[in-house]
């Protein structure tokens, strides 16, 4: 190749990259506080250990979900994605983004919007309306980490209706088979039996704790065996020293006490 060529390979700008249509990435912004990092991750990790068995559900947070092919050119009306949101009966592969016309036009089962003084209103109202009629999500819940706002809606007939609370709080999600309720100032998973969905870090916790039991039954076992064997030791040297005293009798007669 000519010095001419490859100057001006050197000068010339390189081509565009060229994304795949199904490496969209997602434009999402930073979650507003450590507390809303915190319950995200806590939404997604504690279902995940729940459903481990499950290879049917993509579950994620804070990524976009486009659903209209004008938005990847930035048009206005691009809505953001939810903080985190569930789809089913899907491949839970790793993505970018949810693209929903690569989705087989599959929009989230569940949404959970996590409130702050600026996104508020955008949730209770326009995303609210998003949900409903464009992505017709049949459950949406909102919670606020800080102020502990917390609101659950079902899809019926067309149209969002609140999620009445049971006797302690809890929301149920048909969608989960799961209550959703707040436990010490965070939006937690609860089974119909009324047993909180551990964080992986919970299970490890009770995991260690069942250990050290079992370790301590296993001592305890140990000691009382030990000390069966002392006192069946002590009893056989006492026999034995029967036996031998009635031997002597039997040669000798009785010990005398002079």
């Known amino acids: 190749m000519s010095l001419a060529k490859d100057f001006q390979l050197l000068t010339n700008p390189p081509p565009p990259a060229i994304i795949p249509p199904n490496e969209l990435w997602s434009d999402e912004p930073q979650l507003e506080t450590h507390l809303h990092m915190e319950q995200l991750i806590i939404l997604l990790t504690c279902l995940q250990c729940w459903w481990w068995e499950r290879d049917d559900f993509f579950a994620c947070g804070n990524i976009s979900i486009y659903y209209e092919k004008g938005q990847i050119n930035g048009q206005s009306d691009r809505a953001r994605g939810p903080d985190f949101f569930v789809v089913l009966n ?14 087989d036009n599959r929009y989230p089962n569940l949404i959970v919007e996590l409130l702050s003084e600026e996104t508020a209103n955008t949730d209770r109202t326009t995303k609210k309306t998003l949900y409903q009629d464009k992505f017709t999500t049949p459950e949406y819940f909102w919670f606020h980490p800080e102020t502990l706002e917390f609101e659950g809606f079902r899809l019926v007939e067309g149209k969002y209706q609140p999620i009445a609370l049971n006797q302690r709080g809890w929301r149920w999600s048909e969608e989960l ?22 964080t992986p870090i919970e299970q490890l916790t009770v995991e260690s704790e069942q250990r050290k039991l079992i370790q301590q039954r296993e001592l305890a076992q140990q000691q009382a065996e030990l000390e069966r064997r ?12 029967k036996a031998l005293l009635a031997r002597y009798r039997e040669q000798f007669g009785e010990l005398s006490d002079e």
């Open 230 to 241: 002392e006192r069946e030791s002590v009893q056989q040297q006492l026999a034995d020293v």
């Open 177 to 198: 088979g799961l209550y959703l309720g707040v436990y010490k100032r965070q939006l937690r998973y609860f089974t119909e039996q009324g047993e909180i969905v551990r």
């Open 90 to 103: 899907t491949d839970p592969r790793a993505r970018y983004s949810w693209v929903v016309w690569q989705e």
